[in-house]
């Protein structure tokens, strides 16, 4: 599934208007791809549930049908392993929000385009520094495009108190030992990196005539950590992601949220995980939010469509599955979400891909 599938021309470009949302990372706290028996065990529940039903195929495409009719998606599908990346297209102007492990597919996905323009210009919003929300930015292809051959240009927005600005948590991260190559060779004779600050309550106007607004506000979670809105043309999608609910109400966050037309949050565990009475363990301070209060606030801020995601690195298929529901017991327009899953922001509704009970789209009318 590749950012350009959004586009309806050859140059990647979404619908004048529409805002266009690619999930590549939705797992929390480090990849966590699934096991050979994961897999095994929901290929043996698919193939019973086939045999049960006497069900036979002439073809893979008639195999294709029948699995997506007839067995819902935790069975027949994984919610993935890549941490945090978001990719966003407001008209044609990209933009992404963190660099998880999920920005390696991404970077691949958008080479054809940097090929073909032969150059990039996209701005990375980060909501923190911690190392799930950087680790795909070595792996990202464009950011080594020669310089002689392609124009490509990352500007990166983070905050100013993380343990050190942006710039040499990055370049850190992007040198010997941990890299093989340095960010500042990188920079001298591939991709073009700038660094700015943000702090809380600050809004950037983005796109070549400020088209987007990008706010962001702070969160609760270990070290500075925002949260971003994202404003285009009448619609807005929001970030919500490490942030935990602690004792009560954060109005800050309800500000953030209020009225958005999509909502990606952090529903990492159920209420029983975060409060202990699950497993013992106790994860209040960790900042993580649990599905239940994902759902009262989704609900309680008025917004049409959420996206749950950062899933505890430890659930299965099975768990993810399970934790989400319960949110959509709070709120109904809830979608679990998964690497690859695709959205769309349009003056008409708000629409996930293949996200409903049988890979048909799911549609929330706006203004409703």
Request: aromatic share 10%; charged share 20%.
């Amino acid at each position: 599934m590749h950012a350009t599938d959004l586009a309806p021309d050859a140059d990647g470009k979404c619908p004048h208007g529409s805002m266009d949302v690619t999930f590549y990372g939705v797992r929390g706290s480090l990849p966590s791809p699934c096991t050979g028996e994961e897999v095994e065990a929901q290929l043996a529940a698919v193939l019973l549930r086939a045999s049960q039903a006497g069900a036979t195929f002439a073809d893979l495409h008639e195999a294709h049908r029948w699995l997506l009719a007839n067995t819902p998606f935790p069975l027949r599908s994984f919610y993935g392993g890549d941490t945090t990346c978001i990719y966003v297209r407001c008209g044609e102007i990209p933009l992404i929000i963190d660099a998880g492990s999920g920005l390696r597919r991404l970077g691949r996905d958008l080479m054809p385009e940097v090929v073909r323009k032969r150059g990039l210009e996209v701005d990375i919003l980060f909501t923190h520094v911690h190392l799930d929300h950087i680790m795909g930015l070595p792996f990202f292809a464009p950011l080594f495009a020669p310089k002689k051959q392609y124009s490509v240009s990352l500007t990166m927005y983070g905050g100013q108190t993380w343990q050190g600005d942006l710039q040499t948590i990055i370049s850190a991260t992007l040198s010997p030992p941990l890299f093989p190559v340095d960010l500042e060779q990188l920079r001298c004779e591939a991709a073009s990196v700038e660094y700015r600050p943000i702090y809380d309550g600050m809004t950037i106007r983005l796109g070549p005539e400020g088209e987007i607004a990008a706010s962001c506000r702070r969160l609760h979670h270990p070290n500075e950590t925002y949260g971003w809105r994202i404003e285009y043309a009448g619609k807005v999608f929001v970030v919500a992601t490490d942030t935990e609910p602690y004792a009560g109400p954060d109005p800050v966050l309800q500000e953030l949220v209020e009225g958005a037309d999509l909502l990606y949050v952090d529903a990492q565990y159920d209420r029983e995980q975060y409060v202990g009475t699950y497993d013992g363990v106790p994860r209040l301070g960790w900042g993580h939010g649990y599905a239940e209060w994902c759902g009262q606030y989704a609900r309680e801020a008025g917004i049409r469509l959420a996206v749950t995601g950062h899933h505890d690195p430890a659930a299965t298929n099975a768990r993810v599955h399970e934790v989400g529901r319960k949110m959509q017991q709070e709120f109904p327009n809830t979608v679990i979400g998964y690497d690859g899953m695709r959205a769309r922001i349009d003056d008409r509704a708000v629409t996930v891909f293949g996200a409903g009970d049988a890979g048909d789209d799911l549609c929330i009318p706006r203004g409703s």
